[in-house]
């Protein structure tokens, strides 16, 4: 059964920081392009930054340049979101993606 599990969401001020963590699970994790996805209320699912199975980061939206880095662990299965000088307009569900596979979501709130 495939799964991806998120956590690391929550409420954080303007400025603040959160790591997120993706945990995959049956299926080949190490083989796959990973992706971060964010869905803001009342907007579209929108990329944040994908990797590629060897750690090759590929940044897909300007806005989070220079603030967010994405990295994984293969051994762990595991894909992470290192958010910084998070802003209000980060507010959205994150999800994680593999292939065709996705996870149920977890809320980031950036609010003060």
């Known amino acids: 059964q495939v799964q991806l599990v998120e956590s690391g969401g929550g409420l954080v001020q303007p400025g603040g920081s959160l790591r997120l963590s993706c945990v995959a699970s049956?299926?080949?994790?190490?083989?796959?392009?990973m992706g971060w996805f964010r869905q803001a209320p009342g907007k579209e699912r929108e990329v944040v930054e994908g990797?590629?199975?060897?750690?090759?980061?590929?940044n897909y939206a300007d806005s989070v340049k220079g603030r967010f880095t994405i990295s994984r662990d293969n051994a762990k299965n595991t894909v992470y979101l290192q958010m910084n000088s998070l802003k209000p307009k980060d507010t959205a569900v994150y999800y994680c993606?593999?292939?065709?596979?996705w996870g149920q979501g977890t809320q980031v709130t950036v609010s003060s």
């Open positions: 993606n593999g292939g065709v596979n």
């Open positions: 990797i590629n199975w060897s750690g090759g980061r590929t």
């Open positions: 049956g299926f080949a994790f190490r083989n796959y392009t």
